[in-house]
């Protein structure tokens, strides 16, 4: 049936699929297209069960089906969703993410990731008149020109304004700084290191109190990507446990548990700014996801959601190293451990870990080999037992190959 | 309670509110929160019912609460949306635009109709190496730093290789490509032109086929942005009838009443530049607004929808006709009927529009003064002669207020 499907997707889409869930640049033996997904399972096209560290890259939060939260997008559903405005959702979500987030005086909401990061860039441009912004290379911040990791259709002057730093290096975020000048509108910098490929960076306190102190020296916005880390690291924002607080986050992916949301979350400084550019979607006041993303935020509260995540996270990051070290196998497991990246020692190509994952795959466990995984709500002790059992028989089988 | 509404999101929303369906650029009166729909009725949230002629500005092709859409949306609901990878319905309903659309030979998927716009745009820049864009002065096509109506938060490089002609004005659209030289990328065209508070106008036929003859000259995407238009005017592309084809087209907002989707549709000499540029989104390839998609072309097909929204256009067209006649006020009515606009002469303000539409409001039916409206399937004769009934009162007074 995948490959039926596959055959015929060659045929009505340029290469079959694209984007970040393009199997094709998986192992052999991922599917490519699926039926179903239940709490932290999957089912492809062809039946099989998967055990889900993927949480469709990022969305899947408090598990897939979640009864209050699909309960809450049904109720919105039968009222209304697209409409000639929004519904008070929208008052109802600006205002719960306002409570939530300490360095958040306002929201406003979009579809896509890259709108958020986009969007957040733009008021900081018309809050400081200024034009220049810092961000990490390497660091993936969306898929439009002026941030897609791919250059075709893109031009030079997508990318006029950006000034590269290493992530976590006060002294290249200085220099990016003085190249800026008096032009710096704004500091863009992913809620952790998470880049495709590399070992995970936690920020250093120093750092980001060096972000900060920048920004606040230039007059500049700090702006925090949150996208890929929100809602997992902390639910008053990733930087709140440094004690650094951003003027403007971009969020999307888990708060609305997989229906499409973005926002923009920023501090009075800002405010006027966000009232005075222009941008908004046809969908973008849907009821539907900001009635999901309500009872998403409300699940995530009332259920300890980020011990959850440490616990299940440290449970399968000591378990894979225990079994790691048991093989002879060398692997990094860096970043927090609640969005799992795995690699292993001397696999440029990550042939090694194609394999592994390949592996586990065969025994129904969904992972990554080169990008960063996700838990869930849904995933417990004994789903992640599971796991290891499986990643035990993988580990073997990796050892066995490097031995011959 | 829209109120009280309004006073809770002035503190946690910028402005208030953003973007198309800010109540605040409508005449007083208009309310700014909904509490449901249902086919071309909403109600707002202090239970003031509406005959809708704006349809959620165009994505409600079909009715609120199509029972067969809704039904196929709740369905693929219930076995997954986000997953690790599309479901069948990504094939399925690009095979369907491919049958539909006869300049297509492929499609992707995104959720806003800027994502469409620039992909679209991105697409033609990857195939052809070039990248100047010639557009219509004062066309919308979305809402992101290279075409967002506002200049706030955007740069000049943002716009730096786009061109501007007239549309309809074949020596404009001329002029503009001498200027782009041998750097020609695209031209990039509405449907018909929809610009905010002027005459439509349909495309001449022969400044269609000058596009198309300049784009063929000189290796550019001839690209049509659908998204305003697109399912309204005809089922195999706007400009089918005229019989020019397009190398790629940019849909969104009716293609699955009032699910967020979009999609760019191409042909096979920019397959492959579609295949080279990297685009993505964390919710791109949700199966629910896939499944509400290939439900709404099937309802539109089986049910001669293009006929009805011109019947109905009209009806709507003739009957306010007949009434400004008879109350001696002049207006235009101009482009296709099935997406009526309705101006006022000697109305530069727009002030007697906002009279005609605030009454209008008053009785219960809401227009627009100076946007296009939309029709949808779920329009009857009855629902535009009860708005007709609205509307003659609504001419009396706005000639009683000229005639002192």
Redesign the interface.
């Known amino acids: 049936m995948d490959a039926a ?1 596959r055959a ?2 060659d ?5 079959g ?5 393009n ?1 094709r640049i998986l192992p052999a033996g991922y ?7 239940d709490g932290c399972r ?1 089912w492809d ?1 062809d039946g099989r069960e998967y055990l ?1 560290f ?1 949480c ?5 939060i408090a598990g ?1 089906k979640h009864p209050v939260i ?1 309960e809450a ?2 109720k919105q ?1 039968e ?10 959702r ?2 109802e979500l ?2 719960r ?2 409570g939530m987030l300490p360095h958040a ?4 909401f ?6 958020a990061t ?1 969007a957040a ?6 809050g400081t008149g200024k ?1 220049k912004i810092l961000l990490a290379k390497g660091a993936y911040h969306g ?3 002026w941030c ?3 250059v ?4 030079a ?2 990318r ?2 950006l000034i590269y730093f290493k992530f976590n290096d006060i002294e290249s975020l200085e220099a990016a700084a003085r190249e800026a000048g008096d032009d710096l509108a704004a500091v863009l910098v992913s809620a952790f290191r998470h880049d495709l490929g590399v070992p995970q960076e936690l920020p250093h306190p120093d750092f980001a109190r060096a972000a900060r102190a920048l920004c606040d020296r230039q007059g500049a916005a700090l702006v925090i990507d949150e ?1 890929r880390a929100g809602m997992r690291l902390s639910l008053q924002g990733s930087w709140e446990p440094l004690g650094v607080r951003p003027d403007i986050c971009a969020w ?2 888990a708060i609305a548990n ?3 949301l973005a926002a923009v979350t ?1 501090n009075d400084a800002f ?16 009821g539907v ?1 900001m009635a999901a993303a309500i009872a998403t935020l409300d699940v995530l509260e009332n259920s300890g959601a980020i011990q959850h995540f440490e616990k299940m996270g440290q449970r399968l990051r000591d378990g894979l190293q225990r079994q790691a070290d048991k093989h002879g196998v060398k692997i990094s497991q860096t970043g927090p451990v609640q969005l799992p990246l795995v690699l292993f020692e001397d696999d440029a190509d990550y042939s090694r870990g194609a394999r592994f994952t390949a592996e586990a795959l065969k025994h129904g466990v ?1 992972l990554h080999h080169r990008h960063n995984m996700f838990l869930s709500l849904a995933h417990t002790a004994q789903d992640i037992d599971h796991a290891l059992q499986v990643t035990d028989h993988a580990f073997a089988m990796v050892a066995d190959v490097a031995a011959h």
């Not at 699929?17 to 869930?21: A, I, N, P, Q, R």
């Not at 469709?56 to 899947?60: D, E, K, L, N």
């Open positions: 499907l015929r997707a045929k009505v889409i340029p290469g699929m694209y984007g970040h869930l199997a599917p490519q297209f699926f039926a179903r997904a999957l096209v889900d993927m469709s890259w990022g969305p899947i897939h699909d997008a049904r559903a009222q209304g969703d697209c409409m000639n405005g929004p519904t008070a929208l008052v600006s205002e993410l306002v005086d306002w929201a406003m979009q579809k896509n990731g890259s709108d986009t860039l733009m008021i900081a441009r018309a034009r898929a439009v020109p897609t990791p791919s075709a259709g893109v031009t002057e997508d006029a304004h996208v999307s992916k997989g229906h499409s920023g405010r006027k700014a966000a009232q005075q550019i222009y941008i908004t979607g046809s969908f973008w006041m849907g996801a969904y």
